[in-house]
């Protein structure tokens, strides 16, 4: 079973940084889309970034200019740098991939980790 590991959640006061790191199995790091998904308590998963297999990027507004997707395709790792972060970007956030970059856009990816939690307050 393929199995994506996020790591690098935690607490951080707002205007904070924090890098999300993604680890992910060699074939789909190199030759897939992938993306981070967040959810807040009480609201439907979002999408909130995505770098596709030609590594092209697109953001949801919200993130626009704070936080940035990249993906090492020599690791098999993927991250999200978080700057300038808001209350409103609490959440647990999810690794996503999948060989279609569709998938990845609209969040029917065949593969998920379990999540990393992110705490933005005072």
């Known amino acids: 079973q393929v199995r994506l590991v996020e790591s690098g959640g935690g607490l951080v006061q707002p205007g904070g940084s924090l890098r999300l790191s993604c680890a992910a199995p060699?074939?789909?790091?190199?030759?897939?889309?992938m993306g981070w998904y967040r959810q807040a308590p009480e609201k439907q998963r979002e999408l909130v970034a995505a770098?596709?297999?030609?590594?092209?990027?697109n953001y949801a507004d919200s993130v626009k200019g704070r936080f940035t997707i990249s993906r090492d395709n020599s690791k098999n790792m993927m991250y999200l740098q978080m700057n300038s972060l808001k209350s409103e970007d609490t959440g647990v956030y999810y690794c996503?991939?999948?060989?279609?970059?569709?998938?990845?856009?609209?969040?029917?990816?065949?593969?998920w980790g379990q999540g990393t939690r992110v705490t933005v307050s005072s």
């Open positions: 996503t991939a999948d060989p279609n970059d569709g998938a990845v856009r609209i969040g029917t990816s065949d593969y």
């Open positions: 060699g074939v789909i790091a190199t030759t897939g889309a």
């Open positions: 770098i596709s297999s030609a590594g092209s990027t």
